[in-house]
């Protein structure tokens, strides 16, 4: 079991290491806001993997927070992007 | 045999999150770039959720675990759209062999992506 812990953990960091490279690379900004909400979503899932791992369910409440704070940061990121260009 | 049900999950959930970062990495466009990110949040996200449940079938876990994903699944559909509107909105430009453009014909259409 802890074989798949550290599959999955490493797996999951190199997913928000591809997007951090977009979020780097990305022509237009909402390029960027898509990878940052993606990585986001990442954080989210390894928390939900770490709470699993230790059996802490403070992980969990993290990540209901990081759920809720990231939703409200892209739909603030996505009226910027629309404000800019109107 | 439920270590076995939740490893199989959980690498399966990890495995999706990746296909994800490679899709947002490769796709040509805003739009495929946001289709292949939703991918996570909702079926890689649930995957992980499903084995941290099967794993810990205690009530304060599983209630934490249905309110995350319910969270997810409400919010990624929310997020992509209204990103979705005002890239479209912003003009962003398609991928070439796109074959539809709905928008109004003032905003730049089909030009090519430099960066892919």
Same mark, same amino acid.
């Given at each position: 079991m802890n074989i798949t812990f550290a599959v999955t953990l490493t797996t999951l960091a190199f997913a928000a290491v591809l997007a951090f490279i977009r979020v780097v690379r990305g022509p237009t900004l909402p390029d960027r806001v898509i990878a940052i909400d993606l990585m986001g979503v990442l954080m989210v899932c390894l928390l939900v993997v770490a709470g699993a791992s230790t059996g802490e369910q403070a992980f969990l409440d993290v990540a209901i927070v990081i759920a809720l704070i990231s939703f409200v940061g892209t739909v603030a990121y996505a009226r910027y992007v629309e404000r800019e260009h109107s | 045999m439920t270590d076995w049900l /939740?490893?199989?999950?959980?690498i399966l959930g990890a495995a999706l999150a990746l296909l994800a970062g490679v899709g947002v990495l490769r796709m040509p466009d805003v739009?495929?770039?946001?289709?292949? /990110?939703t991918k996570a949040s909702t079926l890689g996200l649930g995957c992980l959720l499903v084995g941290l449940a099967i794993q810990h079938p205690e009530g304060s876990f599983v209630v934490r675990a249905a309110s995350i994903a319910a969270f997810m699944m409400l919010t990624s559909a929310v997020a992509a759209h209204v990103i979705a509107r005002a890239a479209a909105l912003g003009g962003a430009p398609l991928w070439q062999g796109t074959l539809i453009d709905e928008r109004p014909s003032e905003t730049p259409a089909r030009d090519d992506v430099s960066d892919q």
């Open positions: - | /939740s490893g199989i999950l959980f739009f495929t770039r946001m289709q292949a /990110s």
